[in-house]
């Protein structure tokens, strides 16, 4: 049985029988909405010393316990590579981009608390951490050019305001 023959020789109308209503035409159906080309973030249970919280633009990391300087935040433990940049990875550099399920959920800031390390692929503390603190990085010491530009509220002294880089 194939599929139904929907061309318009298919639609004819003989003219109905008399009295009979004039078949209506359906109101044209909204298009569904395009399909994003960025996957989420998977789903993640954190490691332990860390959290993660629902705020206004989706999740984000906390300490959960007090981190020192130079420790590992923890490491890049599931990596996948994305042909290109999205709102979800991070460039290596050699231009790659990296998706990591925990990196994605750690937020901006122009003074951030910690740093990728591509030789380790782990998340370094810059300075200590204290349980509670949201776990940041500057995204602009990775990104050659930012996928999702955006205004940025760190707070920092040398907050820049506006996040975005072309290129």
Not at 3 to 11: G, I, R, T, V
Not at 47 to 52: D, Q, S
Not at 68 to 77: L, N, R, S
Not at 84 to 101: I, K, N
């Amino acid at each position: 049985m194939g599929l139904p023959d929907c061309s318009p020789a298919a639609e004819s109308n003989d003219g109905g029988t008399p009295g009979a209503e004039p078949p209506q035409s359906e109101p044209p159906q909204p298009s569904p909405p395009p399909l994003s080309i960025v996957p989420a973030p998977q789903p993640i249970t954190p490691p332990e010393g860390l959290a993660v919280h629902h705020v206004g633009t989706g999740e984000a990391l906390y300490a959960a316990r007090t981190f020192a300087a130079g420790e590992p935040v923890f490491k890049f433990a599931k990596v996948s590579w994305r042909p290109r940049r999205d709102r979800y990875t991070v460039e290596t550099p050699e231009g790659q981009h990296l998706y990591e399920p925990l990196l994605a959920r750690v937020g901006h800031a122009c003074e951030p608390n910690t740093r990728p390390s591509f030789d380790l692929m782990a998340l370094i503390a810059r300075r200590d951490i204290a349980p509670g603190e949201a776990i940041t990085f500057d995204y602009l010491t990775t990104e050659r050019r930012i996928a999702d530009p955006f205004d940025c509220y760190c707070g920092a002294t040398a907050c820049r305001g506006r996040i975005e880089r072309s290129g």
